[in-house]
């Protein structure tokens, strides 16, 4: 697997949002999806394993992204009454204020990491305290029997649940974006109205859930469903809005590599 | 807390209270710190060496710029609110060939984000983080707890008791600080106004006429 | 990361082979003792320093020589074939009762889950106790390695020779057991098959088990 470097990891929406705009000085109006599709399999290519986190992150940056270009498409419909734009004006405030205070802590990160590459770079002494001081040393093992350390050994060797794909691994699940909306276009019209949750219950693989809401989100911006999102990581419903189109008449890239 | 004590000049065998040379107390010290495996806090030393805290402090701050000046192999630093013994960060190279398993964990971006976050804002609750992070950090946040870098420091008293998380001493061990207070000032990373003036053109609420084609969907209700 | 500043205990500067300055040379020396844990043995600092096993003796024995001479509460000595620092005779008083007052006896539940770990699982490296246990374990391995149960018993044939971790004779003692065949068996405790398998693709490291019972070493600190 060999990618050429071109985008940042993106940690999240925030994240996005701050690269596109200030990185690339794209407008938001403009941001196409499939680019951005196209960014993220080439992080996904980059990822050495990609665990669930990054994943999610990824659902919630791109319906972060739907939400507002349906916001943005808002303002060019002529039933918008003056309330309705004030409260655009404040959401949109309310956004620029929480990509500041997120810019603020990027940074602080990025502090962060210096000083602990230079931190990194002592080893402090670990020695301890030679003969005949270190049998003085309260024992951390008095009390301790066999028994103990089995159960010891029980609780330790029980795997915490921490997610984690290797590479080779994803790399081996042959999902491409079109299989996920035939498959999409089949099932939808005969659910209507179903959760995501729900509509990716099925599949094993992060991979494939994270190709599927690309298919979801293609089909969104080409007006086949609607997408809802009650509450910020809320369940998102997918609503069958109906097709005059066929599958066939949808023309999209096999996203994949 | 103040350092009450006269320094004095080199210039004959400085005595501290108790009449103990100098000399004496920074060559205990010096034992000391060879034999911790922990950062060793002023108050201890003091109690040990029964000195003042102050004293001890300016002693091991005098010491720690000798062997600066002295260019040693070794550093004394103030690191969680003691003093220790570690390598010279100039010394890296020769170092890590030598410590088995040399490879320290990297912080990843989203790991050092939360963590200036929850440094900064602490306590906090994961709702608040989320909310400046845009994601989820409950991933983030079990990694850095894992490792001993956040924990649960208090309970929000109001309805839901949400657990509430602060920094660490490991933080402070793995950031290289004395304490908190040693963190730079947030006011200073206040993005600039070249930075808000770009963020607010690219989140403008007026569309732009001349790309009326990307809706190209239907209205989003029938 | 050079420091080619005169050093104060030398005249001229004389240089060694390969033109390294011996100043620089005694801060490596510095450093790399600093960092060790066990006494180092003069032909391993040869090599790690890519000189003569003689020039690093001489230099070792010059520093020790010059830590005498300045008093300090450490002094490097020639221990088991090998340098170390260690606290200073003189400060035997006060060594003392910074081991019996100033340190903390309690193994964490961290440290037990790990020591288990490594008891049960021996041979085992650093990078597999950390996929068994999702955490980075350096800390925890340094603190068991310290107190004397844990120690390096072997390396991995591998690439990266990654030092193999296993229990002392110490350990035994401590648990009143004559061999690790004595321990209780984890046979109770099966994992499933799935839980087998996502383990195994985590670690990167698959030791050769030729060495299994190697610990009639010495603990760390003997």
Same mark, same amino acid.
């Given at each position: 697997m060999s990618y050429e470097v071109t985008t940042p990891v993106f940690e999240g929406p925030f994240d996005l949002l701050l690269h596109l705009i200030l990185s690339e000085q794209v407008d938001i109006h403009e941001v196409s999806l499939a680019r951005i599709v196209d960014a993220f399999l080439v992080e996904l290519g980059r990822m050495e394993n990609v665990d669930l986190d990054v994943a999610t992150e990824f659902l919630l940056i791109a319906s972060t992204l739907v939400e507002l270009k349906a916001r943005r498409l808002l303002p060019g419909r002529e039933d918008m009454d003056l309330d309705e734009e004030l409260a655009l004006w404040e959401e949109r405030d309310l956004l620029?204020?929480?990509?500041?205070?997120?810019?603020?802590?990027?940074?602080?990160?990025?502090?962060?990491?210096?000083?602990?590459?230079?931190?990194?770079?002592?080893w402090p002494r670990a020695a301890g305290?030679?003969?005949?001081?270190?049998?003085?040393?309260?024992?951390?093992?008095?009390?301790?029997?066999?028994?103990?350390?089995?159960?010891?050994?029980?609780?330790?060797?029980?795997?915490k649940v921490v997610p984690k794909v290797e590479l080779y691994y994803v790399a081996a699940v042959r999902v491409s974006v079109a299989d996920a909306l035939e498959e999409l276009f089949d099932e939808l019209p005969r659910v209507g109205r179903i959760t995501f949750r729900r509509l990716t219950d099925g599949l094993v693989d992060r991979l494939e859930v994270v190709v599927r809401f690309l298919a979801l989100l293609e089909m969104y911006k080409q007006g086949y469903v609607e997408l809802e999102q009650a509450e910020r990581f809320g369940d998102i419903e997918v609503i069958w809005l109906g097709a005059e189109v066929g599958a066939s008449g949808v023309s999209i890239d096999d996203y994949e590599g | 807390m103040e350092n009450q004590e006269i320094e004095q000049l080199q210039t004959s065998e400085p005595e501290s209270a108790a009449g103990v040379p100098e000399a004496d107390l920074v060559r205990a010290i010096e034992a000391i710190l060879m034999a911790a495996t922990e950062p060793v806090e002023p108050a201890l030393l003091a109690q040990l060496l029964e000195q003042p805290a102050a004293t001890l402090n300016r002693l091991c701050q005098r010491l720690a710029t000798s062997y600066e000046e002295e260019q040693r192999g070794f550093q004394m630093v103030r690191v969680a609110g003691g003093w220790r013994y570690q390598t010279h960060p100039d010394m890296v190279a020769q170092v890590e060939r030598f410590v088995l398993d040399g490879q320290r964990a990297r912080l990843s971006g989203a790991a050092l984000e939360t963590l200036a976050i929850v440094a900064y804002k602490q306590p906090i609750s994961r709702a608040q983080i989320a909310s400046?992070?845009?994601? *989820? /950090?409950?991933?983030?946040?079990?990694? #850095?707890?894992?490792?001993?870098?956040?924990?649960?420091?208090?309970? *929000? /008293?109001?309805?839901?008791?949400?657990? #509430?998380?602060?920094?660490t001493v490991r933080f402070l061990e793995k950031l290289g600080l004395d304490s908190l207070a040693d963190l730079p000032p947030l006011a200073g990373f206040v993005p600039g106004?070249?930075?808000v003036e770009a963020l607010e053109q690219g989140l403008r609420v007026v569309p732009v006429i001349e790309t009326p084609m990307d809706n190209d969907r239907p209205p989003a209700t029938a």
């Open positions: 620029l204020a929480r990509l500041l205070e997120c810019k603020t802590f990027k940074d602080v990160g990025q502090v962060f990491a210096r000083y602990s590459t230079l931190a990194d770079s002592s305290p030679e003969e005949p001081f270190a049998s003085m040393l309260p024992d951390l093992m008095d009390g301790m029997t066999p028994a103990k350390l089995l159960r010891a050994a029980e609780r330790g060797l029980t795997p | 400046i992070r845009g994601v *989820d /950090p409950d991933g983030v946040l079990r990694t #850095l707890q894992s490792r001993g870098y956040v924990d649960h420091i208090a309970r *929000d /008293p109001g309805p839901g008791q949400a657990a #509430l998380w602060g920094t106004a070249d930075v």
